[in-house]
């Protein structure tokens, strides 16, 4: 029997979601970004051992951030000459917002901020705009995030992107996502 539409959708988001969020692809990324020298070899392997927690503390931001991903998929070819897509992450931003206010989950109300609204009404930049809260939860997730989804997307890291950006842009996407602060050893009193 052939899968249908629904089946078809759902295995594909299940697909793409597992290749954003294994460990080995980011690992591969991060190594990528040694070689570059963006990070060090240290912060890489810091990296990689806080990965696995952030990954699951952070799920609900990513679920989220997911789902403004497969609306990008969906209005991407739509022949109608509205912004239905951006018009879809404001109302799945302020929707969710409003959902969890009404179950007085005040935790994840605050990742549904105005800030995010805002960013999901900027057309193409919107996509991105759960980065805000998954930066704050982990800025170091949401670097490494964004560095492998952009390297998979054109074969060069975030980093080197901003490298040969313009100043606005370079500042723009430094401001989205910020040059993760190694973990220095505290003092031994």
Same mark, same amino acid.
């Given at each position: 029997? @052939?899968? @249908?539409?629904?089946?078809?959708? +759902?295995?594909?988001?299940?697909?793409?979601?597992?290749?954003?969020?294994?460990?080995?692809?980011?690992?591969?990324?991060?190594?990528?970004?040694?070689?570059?020298?963006?990070?060090?070899?240290? @912060?890489?392997?810091?990296?990689?051992?806080?990965?696995?927690?952030?990954?699951?503390?952070?799920?609900?931001?990513?679920?989220?951030?997911?789902?403004?991903?497969?609306?990008?998929?969906?209005?991407?070819?739509?022949?109608?000459?509205?912004?239905?897509?951006?018009?879809?992450?404001?109302?799945?931003?302020?929707?969710?917002?409003?959902?969890?206010?009404?179950? +007085?989950?005040?935790?994840?109300?605050?990742?549904?901020?105005?800030?995010?609204?805002?960013?999901?009404?900027?057309?193409?930049?919107?996509?991105?705009?759960?980065?805000?809260?998954?930066?704050?939860?982990?800025?170091?997730?949401?670097?490494?995030?964004?560095?492998?989804?952009?390297?998979?997307?054109?074969?060069?890291?975030?980093?080197?992107?901003?490298?040969?950006?313009?100043?606005?842009?370079? +500042?723009?996407?430094?401001?989205?996502?910020?040059?993760?602060?190694?973990?220095?050893?505290?003092?031994?009193?």
């Amino acid at each position: 029997m @052939t899968p @249908t539409l629904h089946e078809r959708l +759902r295995r594909s988001i299940d697909e793409a979601k597992s290749r954003l969020v294994d460990l080995d692809a980011l690992g591969h990324t991060m190594q990528h970004l040694v070689q570059e020298g963006a990070i060090t070899e240290q @912060t890489a392997s810091s990296f990689a051992c806080a990965l696995p927690g952030q990954l699951k503390g952070s799920r609900y931001i990513l679920s989220n951030l997911g789902a403004h991903l497969a609306i990008g998929v969906i209005f991407a070819f739509d022949l109608l000459p509205l912004p239905l897509g951006t018009i879809a992450r404001v109302s799945w931003v302020a929707g969710a917002r409003l959902v969890e206010v009404f179950r +007085r989950n005040r935790g994840r109300a605050r990742i549904h901020s105005a800030g995010v609204l805002v960013l999901a009404a900027i057309p193409w930049f919107g996509y991105a705009a759960y980065l805000l809260p998954l930066r704050r939860e982990s800025g170091e997730l949401a670097f490494v995030l964004a560095n492998h989804s952009w390297l998979a997307r054109t074969g060069r890291s975030y980093e080197d992107f901003l490298g040969r950006s313009s100043y606005p842009l370079r +500042r723009l996407g430094r401001w989205l996502i910020p040059l993760p602060i190694p973990k220095t050893a505290s003092p031994v009193a």
